[in-house]
């Protein structure tokens, strides 16, 4: 076994770091596992270069792919305020590049005028809890077949209230199960991004978004140490792969 400590509300947790929960849906221009807003699936493609095809199965030495993606649909991400603001953020420099506490709970959205929402009485539980950096929200969509068909479905997402209440709660890396944590369409007012960045008021580079995570109905609600590893690509977003840990 082996083993990390992590402390929490002055509690000290064990972390067995042999028994990752990946949370991660990943880019896959082969047989995609997503489709969200409409964008077209990933292609992957051999490189070419005068006589030089990068693909095996025509005569090359080797496989050289290129691979055209759109993080915010084609597989799990986590972006930074940059995703909605006139000033440009890396997502990577936002991220904790450690071991950190993540609280997951799961929902039952309501049914309001015909849309799934994730309204701030149904995170009254989060009320009796000491923050942790991150929440995550597990709703029916973790349930549903691969590939998960989002696009013209009118996902469930998050009141803009319940966004503001997440925050003032204190929680600073928010994870869901969702494309989006607003509306499929919106009219682009992207009310819970900006609740939850409190933008434009505020540039807040201290809080992250991860979208697209999968959420195994096995792990129960309750407290997880977490490891939000992230693509090194300089960008409001990038592909992320989300790692769960439970604690004794």
């Given at each position: 076994?082996i ?14 770091l042999l ?11 082969i ?12 292609v992957?493609?051999?490189f070419?270069s ?9 005569g ?41 506490a ?15 929402i ?7 539980p ?13 709703t ?12 013209g ?5 998050l ?8 925050r003032s ?22 009310l ?11 540039y807040?580079?201290?809080r ?15 407290l ?7 693509a ?17």
């Amino acid at each position: 076994m082996i083993t990390a400590q992590l402390t929490h509300h002055n509690r000290t947790y064990q972390v067995n770091l042999l028994q990752p929960h990946p949370l991660a849906l990943p880019v896959n221009p082969i047989a995609p596992s997503l489709h969200a807003f409409h964008i077209p699936p990933p292609v992957a493609s051999p490189f070419t270069s005068g006589s030089f095809v990068g693909a095996v199965a025509q005569g090359s030495s080797c496989n050289v792919n290129n691979i055209f993606f759109n993080p915010h649909g084609h597989c799990t991400h986590t972006e930074c305020v940059a995703h909605i603001s006139d000033r440009f953020y890396n997502v990577n420099d936002v991220v904790p590049h450690h071991l950190f506490a993540a609280t997951l709970l799961t929902v039952t959205p309501e049914l309001m005028d015909g849309n799934s929402i994730i309204t701030t009485a149904l995170l009254k539980p989060l009320m009796h809890l000491a923050p942790t950096p991150a929440l995550l929200l597990r709703t029916p969509a973790s349930a549903l077949p691969i590939p998960k068909i989002f696009s013209g479905t009118n996902p469930t997402f998050l009141h803009h209230t319940a966004a503001a209440l997440i925050r003032s709660l204190g929680y600073h890396h928010l994870m869901l199960d969702l494309p989006s944590v607003d509306q499929e369409h919106d009219g682009g007012l992207l009310l819970a991004h900006k609740a939850f960045w409190n933008y434009p008021q505020t540039y807040d580079t201290s809080r992250t978004i991860t979208e697209l995570i999968h959420l195994p109905a096995h792990l129960p609600d309750g407290l997880y140490a977490c490891n939000l590893l992230m693509a090194p690509i300089i960008n409001d977003a990038t592909p992320s792969n989300p790692i769960l840990y439970s604690l004794s």
